[in-house]
């Protein structure tokens, strides 16, 4: 901090965030300190402090610091940890992430600490000289049996006095205040010690210059001699830790403290870090040569890398097109021109595919963050990123906030999904925080995708994003030269059936002709099948088997979904006799009968994974069949395992749900069979084709990644879905075309702005109840402020209606696409407290 001479009368005050729950309104407000002067010159902003709150002693971020006169302000007490200062643009990212997504900034900022920074502070009590002396027997009952614990056992915690003493929490407190008046108690707080420290270990440097010498020595001592050489002839940048010296050299404790005492080593210590990738070995490897696509996209991008003028870029490629290799290639220049990078992916693991390629090109200058994770290595990576020894942060969308002291680049892989929304507070998006730091942090932004968001390819559209395309797939190929080359490889073709003509021709299997001669051909090849069922909303419409008519609603046109009360139900696909709208709430009977062409096989839609996996079985009784789902697969150990077994080709067949859609690449598969594509088109929300494209064609993209030959294909009863047209064509934009015009029709994301609101109780008539009041007071706001373009949708059952024992209702507001987080604010503080309301800023789930 700046002490120029013209700040020399004012002090240096700090505005705190502080690190525990405040009442509502109060959730942004900050507390300034005054910096006591032996902290005036170290002071940054950013740091993790002490601070006196009421009669507490609190964790606070300092988020300001400021010369001004300190008149009535507290002192702050101390820095809890010298190390752990978040930096700026941090700060100012988790700033805008509090107001934009409407959340308190302190646990945004928790987001920003290393693990392991919450302690628990303890008020206590002791008795004083004066109380020590006290004549007992003159006290009332219950502050006599106070002093008389606190002399014969000293200074104890609140909760541990609680434990022993007699009484309500209120006479406790009326006690101790009457005893702390007299002067014959005071109080006191007492720290934990954190819960993460950084690890230290003794290691052994050689402390002799002339090594001939010192081996005469040790004559007598063969054993120390013997390693002190070993000690001198080790050729590495660090010094051993002592346990290597020992295992290494075979030499015991006494034999350590005689070479000691002789001078001819030190002993020391050092921090190690905990290094999650230690017990995964990984092949270094090489960079091979780029496409000339790759080239072009590369080289824009390396411009806007090397000006430093920031730029955003789409990365759109297919699957397979060598969109990670470009990331690589990237890294690696911005890593040269002393930078460091994040990459995003949705979900991570040590095991991950992408992973194993970083680790593999840039060794330990990655830092790897994932739920898997001890406190102790999150603690470790979050510091050598903090002190720019690690280069590089890979991870889930928290990884947004690790320390990036001189960040350059940010990769967004995937840029289209869910996983980057947060489902609790902040309800942060990943992506658009991503945009926005590096527009703080005035770096580069690729965001990557074979399916890209619709709203990403908008901004493309429109100029805000630049785009760059990766039109064909390839694969790496050794050429004559020994050197790896790569060769393009054409798409598998997509072929879509039509289930309705399986019925007409007799045929009431889960699978078609097509897909079971595919299926037949694809074994007897020795390759491998992947089925894929989409069971996100399944069985929950009702369709005709015949003529692929969908149950709507009479007054929104909306698909009528099965009124299942839990999703575990839905999955199961029990019968059903009442259809609801999510959108007005309507409730009407199931038909029997298809209202387009009176067939009586009009039924919800639903299979799960047991029923394919067992079809398959009895189709193909000598295919190895393996399912993998949530239910199937518990912890991340069997999906490693089910991943291997697929590698080692183990597994003929694998079934699976969304969780296989997910970028594996997998180099035996000849065969993507969709049992059934329809599940996910009608669900009640907005995205759903989007969501279809998205997941059928990143499906699709796991056939054929090595060689020709493979195939995909999808069965339905809705075979003109323009989702489904557009997958099968590989045509990502005609699908943004129809999609647009839908969005723009319903003024829905990008051509407006959603808030979703949910609340959950016992009984569903509160939540109906809560649920209209703020609807009318919603309303009331916009008639009165006459705002153009808001409107409400709702409200009414959410989709999952009941989720652990309570019910859920919902309401959305659309607003114009400009509207500022200020507009909302206004809005959001008229309508008055919204306690017991979750609110959704930017929603990406509205089921
Ligand atoms: P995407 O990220 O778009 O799915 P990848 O980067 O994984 O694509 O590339 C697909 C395959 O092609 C991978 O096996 C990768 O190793 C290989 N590959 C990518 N770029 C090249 C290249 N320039 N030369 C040779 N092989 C490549
Ligand atoms: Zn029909
Ligand atoms: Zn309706």
Not at 109 to 138: F, K, N, S, V, Y
Request: with cysteine; net charge positive; glycine share 6%.
């Amino acid at each position: 901090m700046d002490v120029s001479p013209e700040h020399f009368s004012l002090e240096v005050v700090a505005d705190v965030v502080v690190m525990v729950p405040l009442s509502g309104r109060y959730h942004q407000r900050l507390f300034s300190y005054r910096v006591p002067d032996h902290l005036r010159e170290t002071i940054t902003v950013g740091q993790l402090v002490w601070v006196p709150l009421r009669q507490q002693q609190v964790r606070g971020v300092i988020i300001a610091l400021q010369h001004r006169t300190a008149d009535g302000l507290r002192d702050l007490i101390d820095l809890v940890d010298p190390m752990v200062s978040i930096p700026e643009v941090t700060i100012r990212l988790a700033r805008w992430v509090a107001e934009y997504y409407d959340a308190p900034l302190a646990t945004v900022l928790d987001l920003c600490l290393p693990p392991g920074t919450t302690r628990q502070i303890e008020m206590t009590w002791r008795a004083t000289a004066a109380g020590l002396m006290c004549e007992l027997g003159a006290l009332p009952d219950r502050e006599r049996s106070i002093l008389f614990y606190l002399r014969r056992h000293g200074e104890q915690s609140e909760a541990a006095l609680r434990a022993v003493l007699r009484g309500s929490n209120d006479q406790l407190r009326t006690a101790y205040r009457a005893l702390a008046e007299r002067g014959l108690i005071v109080r006191g707080t007492r720290i934990d010690p954190p819960r993460v420290q950084p690890r230290r270990e003794q290691v052994v440097r050689m402390a002799v210059r002339d090594l001939e010498q010192a081996l005469t020595e040790l004559h007598r001592a063969p054993r120390q001699a013997m390693a002190l050489r070993w000690l001198a002839e080790r050729v590495a940048d660090e010094p051993p830790t002592l346990s290597e010296f020992r295992r290494s050299t075979g030499i015991d404790g006494a034999g350590i403290r005689a070479l000691a005492r002789r001078g001819f080593i030190d002993l020391s210590e050092r921090e190690v870090y905990r290094d999650p990738l230690a017990t995964v070995t990984f092949s270094p490897d090489a960079a091979p040569p780029l496409t000339m696509a790759q080239r072009q996209a590369y080289e824009t991008m390396v411009t806007a890398l090397e000006t430093g003028t920031g730029g955003r870029f789409l990365l759109h490629g297919i699957t397979g097109s060598g969109k990670t290799e470009v990331y690589l290639r990237l890294i690696a220049r911005a890593l040269r021109l002393g930078r460091q990078a994040l990459m995003l992916a949705p979900e991570i693991a040590l095991t991950t595919q992408l992973v194993r390629r970083l680790a593999a090109r840039f060794g330990h200058q990655l830092a790897v963050f994932h739920s898997g994770l001890s406190d102790g290595e999150r603690y470790d990576e979050w510091r050598r990123l903090r002190r720019g020894e690690a280069r590089i942060a890979i991870g889930a969308r928290s990884a947004l906030f690790a320390p990036l002291p001189d960040l350059g680049l940010i990769i967004v892989d995937e840029e289209h999904d869910p996983g980057y929304k947060n489902d609790a507070v902040p309800r942060y998006h990943a992506r658009d925080v991503a945009l926005h730091l590096a527009e703080l942090a005035r770096v580069t932004v690729v965001l990557g995708s074979a399916t890209p968001s619709v709203e990403t390819f908008y901004a493309a559209r429109n100029g805000s994003i630049q785009l760059l395309e990766l039109p064909e797939r390839i694969t790496a190929q050794i050429g004559i030269d020994g050197l790896v080359h790569s060769r393009p490889l054409p798409l598998p073709p997509i072929r879509i059936v039509d289930m309705r003509r399986e019925l007409q021709q007799g045929n009431t299997s889960i699978f078609s002709s097509t897909l079971s001669h595919a299926l037949a051909q694809t074994l007897a090849r020795g390759q491998q099948a992947i089925l894929f069922l989409n069971r996100r909303g399944a069985a929950s419409f009702v369709v005709c088997r015949d003529c692929g008519y969908i149950a709507r609603c009479e007054r929104c046109s909306a698909p009528l979904t099965v009124h299942y009360h839990t999703e575990s139900e839905a999955e199961a696909g029990a019968p059903v006799s009442v259809l609801l709208c999510h959108a007005c709430g309507q409730r009407t009977a199931a038909p029997v009968i298809c209202p387009q062409c009176l067939s009586r096989r009009i039924r919800a839609l639903g299979i799960g994974t047991q029923r394919v996996a067992e079809a398959v079985r009895e189709f193909f009784p000598s295919a190895r069949v393996a399912r993998w789902d949530r239910d199937s697969t518990t912890g991340k150990h069997s999906h490693d395992a089910l991943l291997e077994a697929m590698v080692r080709h183990d597994i003929d067949v694998l079934v699976g749900t969304q969780m296989i859609a997910k970028g594996l690449d997998l180099p035996l598969v000849g065969l993507v069979g969709v049992v059934l594509a329809d599940t996910g088109l009608y669900l009640p929300d907005f995205r759903s084709g989007e969501r279809a494209f998205q997941l059928l064609t990143q499906v699709a993209g796991r056939a054929g990644r090595r060689s020709e030959g493979a195939q995909v294909i999808i069965q339905t009863y809705q075979p003109e879905h323009y989702a489904l047209q557009a997958v099968r064509d590989h045509d990502y934009r005609s699908f943004f075309r129809e999609e647009m015009a839908f969005r723009r029709a319903l003024a829905y994301p990008p051509f407006g702005r959603l808030v979703r609101f949910v609340t959950t109780a016992a009984h569903e008539e509160t939540c109906q109840h809560r649920a209209e009041q703020l609807a009318v007071a919603l309303q009331k706001c916009i008639t009165d402020r006459d705002l153009v373009g808001w409107r409400l949708i709702g409200p009414a059952p959410a989709f999952f209606r009941r989720q652990r024992e309570r019910w859920r209702w919902h309401l959305l507001l659309r607003v114009p696409p400009a509207t500022t987080t200020q507009e909302l604010r206004a809005i959001l503080d008229a309508v008055g407290p919204l306690s017991g309301w979750v609110i959704d800023i930017d929603p990406v789930n509205v089921l």
